[in-house]
């Protein structure tokens, strides 16, 4: 079959602001030299063009994970298109294709199974799909978004403000055009393409499958310290309408950070969380299915896969119990009946199916270790 036609803008922009990044800012280091005011200002801008993406294309307009203030939502806005990763509506359209339709090869927008270089920038260096960029049936609530609509139809005129204007305006304030167009404009330029593109490839190659292998999505730590949180990826494919991915207290997940804390400025709202019991099961369903393929060879495997059936069972039910009785407790409380809810059988039978859970939690973690 032939080959769909090259994009040359894209190849251009790519292969030049690479070339830059990687020849003339190191260069420009080695022989001149960056200041801190430079440094810091080009880390500054990294972030909010990432968050930007993460927190804005991703997590708000793509997956509708929470509701934004106008205001924030227009600073995201802008910070996407200094991104330079196209309009709002139309990376949220790749996106949405990419999730409906994940690794299969003639759907999905940046398909792993067709490797790393195509997931990460080679399907925006052809034609691979061109209607893409006129149908947009499957964002029609993002076009009631005036901000969303604003960015699209001003996107080129909005990319040249962000990423020419920011970078000159700097280096004039400062005293070094050169300086910030090199390090601001280029350098800043490639780190958050190729970050945000580590989405589309590594992730869906290196790290855990924590909840599903029904997809190629991986969590991987190292990755969510280089996109903002992103990195735990598996988590995502599974439970895309979560606005956090990284879900315990010790991940490295800023963009749930920022959209926390920005609904304690009142210019969140509406953050929704997968439910707990639902993403405990389906980790400990993994975990279920890894160590039976470890037992192939283990003696006495019969036996040991009807235990180990039995303890996962065991713990099922009494998640399903624990979180059935929580339920009661949580309402209870928001019916203002906490003064009763503390000193009642309920509250008794919360307690004890807790203890219980813990101690089933623990039983099959020392079994999974044990047999893994």
Known sequence: MKKPTVIWLNVTIFLVTFLIAVIAVPYRALTYGFDNAEIIFALLCFIYCGMSITAGYH??????????????????????????????????????IHHKHVDKNDVDPYSAKMGFWYSHIGWMC???????????????????????????????????????????AFGLWHGNLINSLLLVGFFRLVMSHHTTFFINSLAHIWGKQTYTDKNTARDNGLLAYLTFGEG????????????????????????????????????????????????EKMRIAMTLKNTKAKLITHPNTEQTLIYLQQEYELLVSKINEYYLVRKKVLQAKRDHLLAEVEKSDLMAQYQELKQRLTEQRRSWQTLTEKLG
Not at 60 to 69: E, I, P
Not at 151 to 165: A, D, F, R, S, V
């Open 59 to 96: 997590r708000l307009w793509s997956h509708k994970t929470y509701q934004a203030h106008w205001s924030l939502r227009f600073i995201f806005a802008l910070g996407g298109a200094f991104a330079l990763q196209n309009s709002i509506l139309h990376w949220c359209s790749d996106h949405r």
């Open 126 to 168: 052809r034609e691979y799909q061109a209607s893409r960029y006129s149908d947009y049936k499957n964002v029609r609530d993002l076009q009631k978004d005036a901000i969303v609509m604003w960015q699209h139809k001003h996107y080129l005129l909005l990319t040249l403000l962000m990423n020419i204007g920011i970078p000159v």
């Open 232 to 279: 735990y990826h598996n988590y995502h494919h599974m439970f895309e309408n979560d606005y956090r991915n990284g879900i315990r207290w010790w991940q490295y997940d800023p963009t749930k950070w920022l959209i926390k804390s920005c609904q304690w400025l009142g210019l969140t709202h509406h953050l929704r969380v997968s439910p707990e019991d639902k993403i």
